[in-house]
């Protein structure tokens, strides 16, 4: 009998689908994957791609954002209970509100966000590009969604942009405390501390690189040094050791995971290529303002 991974190949083959995975997701979905990486990579995959059907390994505004822009794809998510804590942070009235009480300033938007809020703003973002969708509109003020860290990191990046940012967080970045770089510091002086910009702002002030989840891994990839301190999810602390056997890769602390990206099993990708159970449907008019604020980011991004 096949095992599971040859199952999901053929049918894959067989319904012309592909998988795309997000490097935070368990490392053994990438045995499956046909492309794995960042939000911004996944998204770009995402609107290029001639299959029928999207398997989005990941959570569930990544397939919602595979679904706004490839609307006449069947985008399925492996587990629809995966959701987004930060994201789910931002209902469409507490934007409004947001919005409300700073008129007039343009909107940017994490793309870790549900479709309702990035229809009401101007232009999406993801972590690899936040800064230069920032600048690429031109202005002195900005208002940036969910992320307070993301925001203040591309204010503190820009130097002349100020970035109203909305209360957002991501619990699992948030567990990096200031106290954890210095112990590694002092525990591994040669090692490099790299460190994804949903951190708090004292943990990316005092990193070495701070960067997406594929730009840390590219990072790893690109340095000379031979030993890495990763301040991330998980997922990527297990790629960069499964990638570099010849590379110190230390995790800044155990279990730093993300429970919603870890929800994906083999088995749940198996299930939804033979069922097309788990589809991703999105409104049609909300889908019309939400995908305009993902190709202005496109757009800027090529
Ligand atoms: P990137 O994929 O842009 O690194 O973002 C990380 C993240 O939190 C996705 O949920
Ligand atoms: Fe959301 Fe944080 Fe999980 Fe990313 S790691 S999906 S931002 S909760």
Known sequence: MANITDKIKALKKQKNAIVLAHCYQPVEIDTVADYVGDSLYLSQIASKTNADIIVFAGVYFMAQTAKLLSPDKKVLLPQIEAGCRMADMLSYKQLKDFLSQHPSLPTVCYVNSTAEVKAECDICCTSSNAEKIVKSLGKS???????????????KQLGNVEVITYPGFCPTHLQIRPQDIE???????DALILA??????????VADYVGSTAGIMKFVEKSKNKSFVIATEQGVTDRLIRDYPNKKIIPIKSHLICPNMKMTSLEDILYVLETEENEIFVDKEIAKRAVHCLDRMLEVSK
């Open 196 to 205: 994804h910009p949903e951190c708090h702002m004292s943990v990316s002030a």
């Open 141 to 155: 003020k900005v208002l940036f969604v969910p992320d307070t860290y993301l925001g203040k990191w591309v204010e």
């Open 183 to 189: 112990n590694a510091r002092k525990k591994y002086p």
